[in-house]
C-alpha cells in the first residue's frame, strides 16, 4: 500500500536504521579516539590542570533541539512530496503519470553518490556543514514560494488537459533531491554539534524529527486541505474548501525555511561548544576520489557484489502491494485524508516492532528472519488485491462504514510486521559484515542499494497498471478505448469505457508469482551468504 511505503521508509519514504544511544556513542568514541588525544585522558583533566565538566544533556539541549528543528525541516518536503500522488489519483491521472511522479523519491536511496562532495567541499570560513545546510534550506524555502503560486496551476485539470505532471515531478525531485543533501550536511554535523556522551541522541533527533516533518506535510495537510475532514471534524457550517490549501501550506514553510535559515547562518557557530578545549574533534576528510574509489572496491567484492543483486531483486515480488494498493483505494473512492490518518495508530506499532523484531536478528543469522517472513508478505500483496475488489462493493452513500476501516487498518497492521521483520534483519546483517575499518562508507553503500532495491520496482509497478489494463466500450459500437482519444471519442459517441481487465490484478498475481519464484530459487542463497567468513567481507583497500 503506498500509505505503508511512505511512512515506514518515506520513500524517500526511506528512513535509516535506528541506531542506539550507547551503540551510535560507543562507535562514534571508537572513531575519534585515535585522533583526539583528549580521549586518553581518563580524568578529563586539561593540560593545564582544570577539570573538563561533564553537564550531560542539559547542557545541550539547545543543540539537540536545533539538530531536531533541521530534521523537521527536512521531513516536510517529503511528506508534501507522498501528499501529491493521492491528490493527483484523486483527479484520475494515469499510472504511468505515477510512475512519472514516482522518481521524485529516488533521491534519498542515491544520496551516496553525492555524499562524498558535501562532505569534501565546503568554506572553511564558513563552516564544513554550514557551507551546504545554508544554500540548501534557501534553495528549499524559495522552491516551496515558488511552488505557492503555481501548484494550483500544475494540478489544474482543464477538459482533455490533465495536471501538469512533468513539471510537478520536476519540481519535487529537486525538493527531495535538496532535502536528501540536507541531510547529509545535518547528520555530518550532528556528530561535531553534540559531545561524545550524548552523540547517541542524534539517532533519535533524526528518526524523531524526520516521522514528525512528514506526519506534517502528509498526514496534517491531506486532512486540513480536505473539505469533508475539515466540515466534519473541525466546522460548525460547511464549506467547499478545507481550512487550508496546498499554495498556503507550501507559503507558510517557505517563509519557515527563509527565516529559520538566517537565523542558522547568523547565529549559529559550528563546533562553538568546543571553544574553551585545546583541541576541536576531528571528522574524516577523505578525498572525494578516495571515497569513490572505496566505494567501487569495496562493489567489486564477489559476496558484495552477489548481495546487492539480491537486494536489487529481492523486492518485486512485493511492488504492486507497496506502489499501487493505496492509489487503488483512492480511485474506489476511499477519502485520501482517511488512508492517511490510518497511519497514526500505526505509530505505536512502527516503534515497537524494530524492539521486539531485534531481539530475532541479533544473532549470527539475522537473514533467516528475512527468509522466513518473505512469503508471508507475498500473501499480504494478494490480501491487498482482494481488499482493492472489495472494496466499491462496501461504499455506501454517505461513505465507508466502520467495519472496513477496521479491515484496512488491520491488513496495515499485518504489512507492518513483515516489513519490518525483513527491513531489520537486512540493517542487522549490514551491520554484521560491514568492514570496521573503513567507517560508515560500507553500510551506507549497502543501505543505499537496499532502498534501491524498493523504488524502481515500485515505478515499474506503476508504469504497467495502464497497459496491463483492458477496456471496452459500452453503448457505442465499433469505438475502442485503448487510449485517451479513443476512450473521449467512445464518450462523445454516447458510450461508456468499462474495465474489463484491471492490470492491479494482473500484476498482483504476477508480481507474487515472482517473488515465490525468487524465494525459492535465491532465498536459500541469501541466507547461505551468512555463513561466509567475517574476512571474505573485508575490503583489503582499506587495510
Known amino acids: 500500500m503506498e500509505l505503508s511505503e511512505s511512512i515506514t521508509h518515506k520513500n524517500g519514504r526511506q528512513r535509516k536504521p535506528v541506531v542506539s544511544n550507547s551503540d551510535m556513542a560507543e562507535r562514534e568514541s571508537k572513531l575519534d579516539v585515535e585522533d583526539d588525544e583528549e580521549a586518553l585522558l581518563p580524568s578529563s583533566d586539561r593540560a593545564d590542570g582544570r577539570t573538563i565538566a561533564s553537564h550531560g544533556i542539559k547542557g545541550e539541549l539547545g543543540n539537540v533541539a536545533l539538530l531536531l ?61 554550514k557551507s551546504w545546510l545554508v544554500p540548501t534550506q534557501y534553495l528549499l524555502g524559495l522552491f516551496m514560494l515558488y511552488l505557492s503560486v503555481s501548484v494550483d496551476a500544475m494540478l489544474q485539470t482543464d477538459g482533455q488537459r490533465g495536471p501538469d505532471v512533468i513539471t510537478l515531478t520536476a519540481v519535487f525531485f529537486m525538493l527531495a533531491f535538496l532535502a536528501a543533501t540536507q541531510d547529509i550536511a545535518v547528520d555530518g554535523w550532528a556528530l561535531t554539534m553534540l559531545s561524545r556522551e550524548n552523540v547517541g541522541y542524534a539517532s533519535t533527533c533524526n528518526s524523531v524529527g524526520q516521522t514528525a516533518g512528514y506526519f506534517l506535510g502528509n498526514v496534517l495537510f491531506l486532512a486540513l486541505e480536505s473539505a469533508d475532514f475539515c466540515n466534519y471534524y473541525l466546522r460548525f457550517e460547511p464549506q467547499e474548501r478545507g481550512i487550508v490549501t496546498l499554495s498556503d501550506f507550501l507559503f507558510f514553510w517557505g517563509i519557515v525555511f527563509m527565516v529559520s535559515t538566517t537565523l542558522v547562518a547568523i547565529l549559529k557557530k559550528e563546533n562553538s561548544k568546543h571553544h574553551h578545549t585545546k583541541k576541536k574533534p576531528k571528522e574524516e576528510t577523505q578525498s572525494v576520489m578516495e571515497t569513490y574509489k572505496l566505494l567501487i572496491s569495496i562493489i567489486k567484492m564477489p559476496n ?18 507497496d506502489a499501487v494498493t493505496g492509489l487503488k483505494l483512492v480511485e474506489a473512492g476511499v477519502p485520501k485524508e482517511q488512508l492517511a490518518l490510518l497511519a497514526v495508530p500505526m505509530v505505536p506499532l512502527q516503534i515497537l516492532l524494530p524492539v521486539v523484531i531485534s531481539k530475532y536478528t541479533a544473532g549470527p543469522r539475522p537473514l533467516d528472519v528475512f527468509y522466513k517472513a518473505f512469503p508471508f508478505r507475498l500473501l499480504i500483496g494478494l490480501e491487498y488485491a482482494l481488499l482493492v475488489w472489495w472494496t466499491p462493493s462496501v461504499r455506501q452513500e454517505e461513505g465507508f462504514p466502520v467495519y472496513y476501516y477496521a479491515v484496512v487498518l488491520l491488513s496495515y497492521a499485518v504489512h507492518q510486521v513483515a516489513l519490518y521483520s525483513m527491513y531489520v534483519a537486512c540493517m542487522a546483517f549490514h551491520a554484521k559484515v560491514s568492514d570496521p575499518m573503513i567507517g560508515g562508507t560500507y553500510m551506507t553503500l549497502l543501505n543505499t542499494v537496499t532502498n534501491l532495491g524498493g523504488n524502481w ?9 495502464d497497459p496491463l489494463t483492458f477496456k471496452e466500450c459500452q453503448g457505442a459500437p465499433g469505438q475502442t478505448c485503448g487510449s485517451v482519444e479513443e476512450a473521449g471519442l467512445c464518450v462523445r459517441e454516447g458510450g461508456m469505457c468499462v474495465t474489463t481487465l484491471d492490470g492491479y490484478y494482473v500484476e498482483s498475481v504476477v508480481c507474487v508469482l515472482i517473488g515465490l519464484c525468487w524465494w525459492i530459487f535465491f532465498g536459500k542463497k541469501m541466507k547461505r551468504l551468512q555463513e561466509e567468513s567475517p574476512s571474505a567481507w573485508h575490503c583489503r583497500v582499506a587495510k
Open 457 to 465: 520496482p515500485s515505478t515499474l509497478a506503476l508504469w504497467l497498471v
Open 69 to 129: 528543528f533541521l530534521y523537521v525541516l527536512q521531513g516536510i518536503p517529503l511528506g508534501l512530496a507522498g501528499s501529491i500522488p493521492l491528490i493527483m489519483q484523486s483527479k484520475s491521472v494515469s499510472y504511468k503519470d505515477q510512475a512519472y511522479f514516482s522518481f521524485v523519491f529516488w533521491p534519498f536511496s542515491l544520496k551516496l553518490f553525492w555524499a562524498p562532495l558535501v562532505d569534501s567541499l565546503y568554506l572553511r570560513q564558513f563552516g564544513r556543514r
Open 304 to 321: 558484495v557484489f552477489t548481495f546487492c543483486g539480491l537486494l536489487l531483486t529481492a523486492k518485486i515480488g512485493f511492488s504492486a502491494a
